[in-house]
């Protein structure tokens, strides 16, 4: 699946000296790394895992350029032989109040089927942080497609900024690993041209 899935998305092309690269992208498409709709951090977190946070609410529209964003800084991250022994940890966190509407279960299906079924990674956790009243509506559904083993990894983080992160910390998801924009201290340019290679 992984070639068959990488053609489609990116071309044959792609892959002839290796995993996709950014010249890869299609046109204007490179700006979504920076919108912050997926965030990779600088380096893995105390357990050696790529800490990666999904804003759902910044997401390109496109399916298919979400799904080329996670893909690339996925590669980027298992460049690490850390991460390929530890894996990767997913935070689920929205930088503004969400709304049924902002709620893409194609989207978020499509995601969950590339993380799962076609990408070589390792899944550790997941933590939904900081969830509004409408979100929790549509948790059961996201729940449902996550799948029974991503179901068993994942949590809820209910209260205050403080409150979660000091919750992330004990879990070894460090402040100097989220973005500003989260509480965190880490700054999500830095992270754009330090690891995903965009200025």
Same mark, same amino acid.
């Given at each position: ?13 792609? =892959? !002839? $000296? ?15 790394? *920076? $919108? &912050? ?10 357990? &050696? ?24 800084? /996925? ?8 991460? !390929?022994? $530890? ?34 990674? /390792? =899944?550790?956790?997941? /933590?939904? @942080? *900081?969830? $509004? ?19 068993? !990894? @994942? ?10 992160? @000091?919750?992330?910390?004990? +879990? &070894? ?5 989220? &973005? ?7 700054? +999500? !340019? ?10």
């Amino acid at each position: 699946k992984y070639f068959s899935v990488g053609f489609a998305l990116w071309g044959e092309a792609a =892959f !002839r $000296n290796g995993p996709p690269t950014l010249s890869d992208f299609p046109e204007g498409e490179v700006i979504g790394l *920076q $919108n &912050g709709g997926v965030q990779l951090s600088s380096e893995p977190d105390k357990s &050696g895992r790529a800490v990666v946070l999904f804003d759902c609410l910044r997401f390109p529209t496109n399916t298919n350029s979400t799904k080329r964003l996670i893909w690339y800084l /996925h590669e980027i991250a298992l460049e690490s032989a850390s991460v !390929r022994k $530890n894996g990767f940890v997913y935070l689920l966190w929205h930088s503004r109040g969400f709304l049924l509407k902002n709620f893409n279960r194609h989207l978020h299906k499509s995601i969950f089927q590339l993380l799962q079924n076609v990408l070589p990674v /390792h =899944f550790a956790a997941i /933590h939904i @942080c *900081q969830p $509004n009243p409408l979100f929790m509506l549509v948790v059961p559904a996201l729940m449902f497609l996550m799948g029974t083993h991503w179901r068993a !990894r @994942c949590r809820t983080h209910l209260g205050g900024q403080d409150t979660i992160l @000091c919750e992330l910390e004990d +879990f &070894g998801i460090t402040t100097d690993l989220i &973005g500003k924009e989260f509480g965190g201290e880490a700054s +999500f !340019r830095t992270i754009s041209v330090s690891v995903a290679g965009v200025d």
